[in-house]
């Protein structure tokens, strides 16, 4: 099978740390450049811990990285979302796939985008050309894809499991979500907020009703229903390193009980590498997935038509809210086994 050349802007960031160490072992990769204006002219494995030909590698600069990006076929962006915007049009000039990791194409409208992220949307054609990539619901598309927007964490966390049961007719359209992240989550910066100190013994939730992952929410439940879904979002801090536990709370929209939804949600997911369906919430746990590419879930309801329902998943915020996830996409861009580079993955605990 074809070795597929694969180049990494942004690879000093947790994301791109950790897409280094997953292409360090995909049978079908060769990683040519790890680019960093940060780390410029030092060893990657002294910073990863990652052997081999990729540990060999030293970090490049981004001008370095542009040229050495032609002679790829794809190119993962763990870059700010205002980096990706101006590094994805040459790049697909030059015949290049693209799989960017910010939020830079998440969003298709562009006064929703704008709002959300405090800066000019891409150009309407290039929006176009963006794939929305959380994997197991719109695999179809992915396939072959030249521009693939990789799924947010949050939203990867709420989605998969929320998506069958609102396109279904399970749910009502109006869900709350409230989600816990580890630190990982707002990236690899030196700031107080982010300091032991300020972490150690204590959760909070920041960013409530201006969260720039809400619309991104409502953008993928809406593909669910053809219609749009109130979603109210909060996120929490959560004194760990990584991982995120999402519960979101909603109505039933006929009468079913939680062997109904939970038989929903398996036969959704039937056969998926990345999928663990439990039957009980109580099961579902951050241990359960850091270090994975897997997404845990599991839901319970009061039987009757309008009886509340709870859904909980959980995810590593890295890998499958992030660089797992980029890799799938990966696989299925460049027309590769979609395990490829991630079956390996224990969880850490």
Same mark, same amino acid.
Request: charged share 20%; proline share 5%.
């Given at each position: 099978?074809?070795?597929?050349?694969?180049?990494?802007?942004?690879?000093?960031?947790?994301?791109?740390?950790?897409?280094?160490?997953?292409?360090?072992?995909?049978?079908?990769?060769?990683?040519?450049?790890?680019?960093?204006?940060?780390?410029?002219?030092?060893?990657?494995?002294?910073?990863?811990?990652?052997?081999?030909?990729?540990?060999?590698?030293?970090?490049?600069?981004?001008?370095?990285?542009?040229?050495?990006?032609?002679?790829?076929?794809?190119?993962?962006?763990?870059?700010?979302?205002?980096?990706?915007?101006?590094?994805?049009?040459?790049?697909?000039?030059?015949?290049?796939?693209?799989?960017?990791?910010?939020?830079?194409?998440?969003?298709?409208?562009?006064?929703?985008?704008?709002?959300?992220?405090?800066?000019?949307?891409?150009?309407?054609?290039?929006?176009? +050309?963006?794939?929305?990539?959380?994997?197991?619901?719109? +695999?179809?598309?992915?396939?072959?894809?030249?521009?693939?927007?990789?799924?947010?964490?949050?939203?990867?966390?709420?989605?998969?499991?929320? *998506?069958?049961?609102?396109?279904?007719?399970?749910?009502?359209?109006?869900?709350?979500?409230?989600?816990?992240?580890?630190?990982?989550?707002?990236?690899?910066?030196?700031?107080?907020?982010?300091?032991?100190?300020?972490?150690?013994?204590?959760?909070?939730?920041?960013?409530?009703?201006?969260?720039?992952?809400?619309?991104?929410?409502?953008?993928?439940?809406?593909?669910?229903?053809?219609?749009?879904?109130?979603?109210?979002?909060?996120?929490?801090?959560?004194?760990?390193?990584?991982?995120?536990?999402?519960?979101?709370?909603?109505?039933?929209? +006929?009468?079913?009980?939680?062997?109904?939804?939970?038989?929903?949600?398996?036969?959704?997911?039937?056969?998926?590498?990345?999928?663990?369906?439990?039957?009980?919430?109580?099961?579902?746990?951050?241990?359960?997935?850091?270090?994975?590419?897997?997404?845990?879930?599991?839901?319970?309801?009061?039987?009757?038509?309008?009886?509340?329902?709870?859904?909980?998943?959980?995810?590593?915020?890295?890998?499958?809210?992030?660089?797992?996830?980029?890799?799938?996409?990966?696989?299925?861009?460049?027309?590769?086994?979609?395990?490829?580079?991630?079956?390996?993955?224990?969880? *850490?605990?």
């Amino acid at each position: 099978m074809h070795i597929a050349r694969i180049g990494v802007f942004g690879a000093s960031g947790y994301s791109g740390m950790e897409l280094a160490r997953l292409l360090a072992v995909h049978p079908h990769a060769q990683v040519t450049f790890l680019a960093s204006e940060r780390y410029v002219g030092q060893s990657v494995e002294a910073f990863t811990g990652v052997t081999g030909q990729v540990g060999s590698l030293a970090y490049v600069g981004f001008e370095e990285a542009q040229a050495a990006a032609r002679g790829c076929d794809a190119v993962l962006l763990a870059t700010p979302a205002e980096v990706s915007l101006q590094l994805t049009p040459g790049l697909l000039e030059a015949g290049v796939k693209v799989v960017d990791v910010s939020g830079a194409f998440r969003i298709s409208d562009a006064s929703v985008f704008e709002k959300a992220y405090a800066h000019a949307a891409p150009p309407a054609a290039l929006q176009a +050309r963006a794939i929305y990539g959380i994997t197991e619901l719109f +695999r179809d598309q992915l396939r072959g894809a030249q521009l693939v927007a990789n799924a947010g964490c949050y939203p990867t966390a709420a989605t998969l499991p929320l *998506f069958p049961l609102l396109q279904d007719g399970w749910l009502q359209k109006e869900v709350i979500v409230s989600a816990l992240s580890g630190a990982s989550g707002a990236g690899r910066k030196a700031t107080e907020a982010y300091s032991l100190v300020e972490l150690h013994d204590d959760v909070k939730a920041y960013k409530v009703l201006s969260h720039q992952h809400t619309p991104e929410i409502s953008q993928s439940l809406r593909r669910a229903t053809g219609a749009e879904v109130d979603v109210t979002f909060t996120p929490h801090l959560l004194p760990l390193p990584r991982g995120i536990l999402s519960t979101a709370y909603g109505r039933l929209a +006929r009468a079913a009980t939680s062997a109904d939804l939970t038989a929903a949600l398996r036969k959704r997911y039937e056969g998926e590498p990345f999928i663990r369906v439990y039957d009980s919430p109580d099961k579902v746990s951050l241990h359960g997935v850091v270090g994975t590419n897997t997404c845990a879930m599991a839901v319970t309801c009061e039987p009757r038509e309008g009886g509340r329902v709870v859904v909980v998943s959980a995810i590593d915020n890295l890998i499958k809210g992030a660089a797992g996830q980029a890799v799938q996409n990966l696989n299925l861009a460049l027309g590769l086994p979609e395990t490829d580079g991630l079956s390996h993955l224990r969880r *850490f605990h």
